[in-house]
């Protein structure tokens, strides 16, 4: 026997559909009802509005990427190799890319989101100090979350961005390395 989802799983399912395939400023209302098989005002009763329930699907995406590249950037595989694996993660699912990119340019005009988004941020930094320091994330030292995560962060984003601009000319993981050695070399 086939259970079906409620409506407001439906909703929630279309927006991360929508969210990959169309982006967030381009889900339209219409496209998230007619892609869950609602009425369209059954976003504003479930969610409230269009960009809580986009919100709430993009941190979900998010969530089910930072969980599979958690288990996919073993600490033993190594640095190059946990590059190598970010890199064709941003080739493979631009979608998810471009709509957090869109996020991020939604906060600066909603407070609300803006504190979200810093939520999230933190537990990104938290995750990748765990990763790379080889611990639970619970037991990570706040030191490696402020230094280490937030860097690699930081270096992650702007790799995302040169891939989603310029896939072309995008570094490697090899050129991520080599860089990385000769800012160290400099500092």
């Not at 009763?45 to 996919?72: C, I, P, T």
């Not at 909603?110 to 537990?123: C, D, V």
């Not at 402020?146 to 961005?161: D, K, N």
Request: with cysteine; hydrophobic share 45%; net charge negative.
């Amino acid at each position: 026997m086939l259970l079906r989802m409620g409506n407001r799983e439906d909703l929630f399912d279309a927006a991360k559909r929508c969210l990959l395939e169309k982006g967030y400023d381009r889900s339209s209302v219409r496209d998230l009802a007619s892609t869950a098989g609602v009425n369209m005002a059954a976003i504003g009763y479930h969610y409230g509005s269009r960009e809580k329930l986009l919100n709430q699907a993009l941190f979900a995406l998010l969530d089910e990427w930072g969980d599979s590249m958690g288990r996919v950037l073993a600490p033993d595989a190594g640095f190059a190799r946990m590059w190598e694996s970010l890199i064709e993660q941003f080739a493979a699912n631009p979608g998810l890319w471009l709509a957090s990119v869109e996020l991020f340019l939604q906060a600066q005009r909603r407070p609300e989101l803006r504190g979200q988004l810093a939520e999230g941020t933190a537990e990104g930094r938290r995750g990748m100090a765990a990763i790379l320091e080889s611990v639970p994330e619970g037991e990570v030292p706040e030191r490696s979350v402020r230094t280490i995560g937030t860097v690699q962060m930081a270096l992650m984003s702007g790799v995302m961005i040169q891939c989603l601009s310029d896939p072309e000319n995008a570094p490697t993981a090899e050129e991520v390395l080599e860089g990385l050695r000769a800012l160290a070399a400099l500092a």
